[in-house]
């Protein structure tokens, strides 16, 4: 079976989407395990960044090593050096910069219930951009729902106070960026190899990353021990494996179609940070994220409806 038939499949997208959104949603205790260990604090943004450059960059070198040995050919092209830079810039470099500052500051429950609003937000985007994806009554219902899960999720428990600060509004930001770094990855993959785009992307964006905290920090500030860089391996592997598959269910779906999934990420983040970091897992959490996940269902219904291969 083809990579194409695979994906296109009702039941390969399924799948794929499943497992990168699992390790997406781990990444969320993952990170805040690795701030613990590695003694990254709130204010150390320096850190933050090279942190995430380092996991990003050995996340690329990942890819070429596996497709090299696949015997895929990920020879470099000058001619797609704008259009990789771009979505490096949005799908690795000014997401990941968001996202790690924003967690810093925030939980890792609060973070996976707000990366949620990826799906709304591509949503927004594929109805101005896709002539076959338009917006509707139920997906704006869907929106707003959703939405209000986010809002839920940040009520102080005990407590009608809502709070949303720096780190809430980095991650949301974030999560903005990540919806315009996939529909500039799904626009590019209709020009290239997944692998290769995903390798190149990937590369640009963590250079960049690696460059900014070094200047702000040092370029080896921290000490590693065991746990720690079997923590860094993790969380590289997870971003390698998670961004391939999603950028082939994206290439080969209607954004519409395959942006439900989406939902799983806060469900398996909130699940693995009770878990992992012992977070408590209290009332508003619960309601915000049954919210977000609704919302990303309701959606998305109109889609699944008439499943067809985006154009």
Known sequence: MSAKTFFRHPLGAALAACIATFLWGSAFPFVKWS??????????????????????????????????????????????????????????????????????????????????STSFFQMLLAHFIYQNDPMNRKKVMGLVIGFAGVVLVNIQQGTLNIVFGLGEILLLTAMMTSAVGNILAREGSQRMPVSYLTAYQMLFGSTGLVVAGGLMAGWFPFEWNVQATLLLIYLSFLSAAGFILWNNVMKYNKVGNVSMYLFLVPVFGVMLSGLILHEPIHLYVLLGLSFVASGIVIVNRDGRKARSSGS
């Open 35 to 116: 701030y613990e260990v590695l003694d990254i604090r709130p204010e150390e943004t320096g850190e933050q960044i090279l942190f995430a450059g380092y996991r990003f960059f050995l996340a690329s070198i990942m890819i070429f090593i596996f497709f090299t040995l696949a015997r895929k050919n990920l020879l470099f092209q000058k001619k797609n050096t704008i259009e990789l830079m771009r979505i490096g810039f949005f799908q690795t470099f000014l997401q990941y910069i968001l996202f790690y500052i924003g967690l810093s500051h925030s939980t890792g429950i609060q973070g996976s219930i707000i990366a949620g």
